[in-house]
């Protein structure tokens, strides 16, 4: 193997506004010579949920606007795409001094195709890539609800989205439902199924979902924001099948949920959906639609490390 040599680096919360909330993800901003192992073995030894590497843009990429190509690992392998990484990864970039080809958006280059992103009041956006939904199997379902101790009852709806990563996707009965799940791991991991599990707040609800204990939770109650989008979704993210346990704040979920939930018209883009309190993170997605239809996945990004790596 090559030696080792300085490359810049930096750790990017994200889906928060405060530093150690959200979900972090370690970004090695020059990725160039680094082979698959390389890039695998430093996602292992990060063990956070994502680790990523910023290339240059292939040139068929490039002439279609990409900015930069980004490699996405988990401590299990690697992703065509993930959402939380994707606006991580964005922040470091521009931080450590990118500057993309438009005015108006960044284009990323990654396994599943070219992600746009946008800053939008403050945050980074990314466009919800094009999702696959089929009904799940049977038995995978029977045996996921097992793992999690659900009853059939409890369970709204169900559907598999594929939008780069796989979900199993769960509607359950109610938000209580959703923070009190203690998965079996061990047996989601043995089902090699990834399962996200979404729970609607009634209208009612949200005021005292607002109030929640987080301080960016406390920034949306006092209204700092003119245009807050109502808070309706509570989420959680079981990725053992990947080597993490739980996810903290997960953007790929997020947008595949959002694109299953409102076509099935349980619910109305904007909203904002809370995710990772169970784990003491308390991130917030927030999910807009443009005029064309488009859903957007934003969130707001802390940068919380900077310096450099030897790889």
């Known amino acids: ?3 080792p040599r300085s490359r810049a680096f ?5 889906f928060t506004q405060v530093a150690l909330r959200g979900n972090p993800v370690a970004v090695v901003l020059d990725g160039a010579g680094l082979d698959d192992a390389a890039m695998q073995a430093f996602a292992s030894w990060t063990q956070l949920s994502e680790t990523t590497f910023v290339l240059p843009p292939s040139a068929a990429a490039r002439a279609r606007g990409a900015d930069y190509q980004l490699r ?33 958006h960044i284009v990323q280059e990654c396994k599943k195709g070219l992600v746009t992103i946008a800053r939008q009041d403050g945050r980074l ?10 009904a799940p199997e049977p038995a995978l379902l029977a045996g996921v609800l097992e793992a999690l101790s659900l009853r059939p009852e409890q369970v709204l709806a169900a559907e598999h989205l594929d939008n780069g990563p796989q979900w199993l996707g769960l509607l359950l009965d109610s938000p209580e439902t959703v923070l009190l799940l ?3 791991h061990a047996r989601l991991k043995a089902l090699k199924q990834k399962v996200g599990v979404a729970a609607l707040y009634p209208a009612e609800h949200m005021p005292a979902l607002v109030r929640r204990s987080s301080r960016e939770a406390r920034a949306f109650a006092q209204g700092t924001s003119a245009a807050r989008p109502a808070v309706q979704l509570e989420v959680r993210a079981f ?26 018209g349980r619910l109305q883009a904007p ?5 990772g309190s169970c784990l003491g993170r ?27 790596v030897l790889l």
């Open 125 to 134: 956006a990314f466009a919800a890539p094009a999702l696959a939904r089929t």
């Open 182 to 184: 203690d998965p079996d």
């Open 1 to 3: 193997m090559p030696a």
């Open 282 to 308: 308390d991130g917030w997605v927030h999910v807009s639609a443009d005029a064309q239809g488009q859903l957007w996945i934003g969130g707001h990004t802390v940068g919380c490390i900077r310096g450099s």
């Open 10 to 14: 930096a750790q990017v919360d994200v």
């Open 239 to 264: 990725a053992a099948a990947t080597g993490v346990n739980e996810d903290p704040v997960t953007g790929s979920l997020n947008a595949s949920l959002a694109q299953w939930l409102i076509a099935e």
């Open 72 to 104: 996405i690992f988990t401590p299990g392998g690697e992703l065509p795409f993930a959402g939380h990484p994707t606006l991580g990864s964005c922040h470091a970039w521009l931080e450590h001094g990118g500057q993309p080809q438009s005015a108006q």
């Open 271 to 275: 909203y904002a959906a809370n995710q």
